[in-house]
C-alpha cells in the first residue's frame, strides 16, 4: 500500500517539475482509483483525495516559499493582495466541496481536468496586456483562485502563474507569488477537510478527517525528490510534446472518472 503512495508521490512531483503545475491534477484522480481499488466508500473517495492531496501541499508549498523566499523572489506586494482573497475562497471552496455529494463533485472535477487539458494542449503563455487590478480586484482573483483550488485539491499555482502573466508580472516572480499563495490554500483548505470529515462514520482507518495519513506520508515522502529530477528533464525534452502528452493523460483521466 505504501509503496503505491510513494508512486503517486513520484509521478505528481515528476509532473509538477516537468510543467510547472500543482502535482493535485494527478495526485486526485489517481487516489480516486487507488482508494476505490482498496474498497473505500464510494461516497468518501473524492473528499479524502481531496483532502490528503491539499494536505501535502502544506509540505511542497512551504518548500517552494522557502527557496524563493532565499532567492528574493517574492513580491509581498502582490502576496498580501491576493492573500485576503485566497482565504476567504479556501475556506468557501472547502464548505461547497464537503456539502457536495460524491458524485456531484467528481463530475466537476472531471470538467476541470478537461479544461485543463484543453489548456496544455492549446493554450499559450499570455502576454502581458495590462497592470494588475487594484486591491479589490486583485482579492477577487485570489477569492475565485482559492475557491477552485480549494474544491478540486490544487495549489492554485495553475490558475495565478497565467493570470500574473497576463497583467505583466515578469515570469520569476510569477512562480514566487504562485508557489507562496498555495500555502495559505493548503494550510485553510486541510484544516477544512479534517473539520469536515472529523467523526465522520465509515472512513477507513488511519484517516484524519478527510486527510488519509498513509496515502498523505508516501505522497510528500517521494514528491519532493521527483519535483527536481523534473525540473532537470524539463530543459532537456521538448516542451510541446510533453504538454500535448500531459493533456492526453488528463484527458484519460477524466473520461475515466466520468464512465
Known amino acids: 500500500m505504501l509503496l503505491n503512495f510513494l508512486l503517486v508521490g513520484a509521478v505528481a512531483g515528476l509532473m ?4 510547472g503545475i500543482g502535482g493535485g491534477l494527478v495526485i486526485v484522480p489517481v487516489l480516486i482509483g487507488s482508494f476505490a481499488a482498496m474498497g473505500f466508500a464510494s461516497e468518501f473517495a473524492i473528499h479524502l483525495a481531496i483532502g490528503t492531496s491539499l494536505a501535502s501541499i502544506l509540505i511542497t508549498a512551504s518548500s517552494a516559499s522557502y527557496a524563493h523566499y532565499c532567492r528574493g523572489s517574492i513580491d509581498l506586494s502582490i502576496v498580501k ?9 479556501a475556506m468557501l471552496g472547502s ?19 478537461l479544461v485543463m487539458a484543453a489548456y496544455m494542449a492549446f493554450g499559450r503563455t499570455p502576454k502581458a496586456q495590462r497592470s494588475l487590478p487594484g486591491a479589490t480586484g486583485t482579492s477577487m ?7 477552485i483550488s480549494a474544491m478540486f485539491g490544487i ?3 495553475t490558475i495565478i502563474f497565467p493570470c500574473l502573466s497576463w497583467f505583466g508580472v515578469p515570469a520569476p516572480k510569477a512562480v514566487a507569488v504562485a508557489a507562496v499563495c498555495g500555502l495559505p490554500i493548503a494550510v485553510v483548505g486541510t484544516s477544512a477537510y479534517i473539520y469536515n470529515g472529523w467523526q465522520q462514520p465509515g472512513l477507513p482507518e488511519w484517516s484524519l478527517g478527510y486527510v488519509y495519513l498513509p496515502a498523505w506520508f508516501g505522497i510528500i515522502a517521494s514528491s519532493a525528490l521527483f519535483a527536481r529530477l523534473g525540473s532537470r528533464l ?18 484519460i483521466m477524466a473520461a475515466k472518472l466520468i464512465l
Open 234 to 251: 524539463a530543459y532537456r525534452l521538448p516542451a510541446k510534446r510533453l504538454k500535448q502528452a500531459f493533456a492526453l493523460l488528463l484527458l
Open 81 to 89: 493582495r491576493l492573500g485576503i482573497g485566497i482565504v476567504f475562497g
Open 16 to 19: 509538477s517539475g516537468l510543467f
Open 155 to 157: 495549489g492554485g499555482g
Open 95 to 113: 464548505w461547497i466541496a464537503t456539502q457536495l455529494a460524491a458524485q456531484q463533485l467528481t463530475w466537476y472535477f472531471a470538467g476541470f481536468l
Open 141 to 147: 482573483l485570489g477569492a475565485i483562485v482559492g475557491t
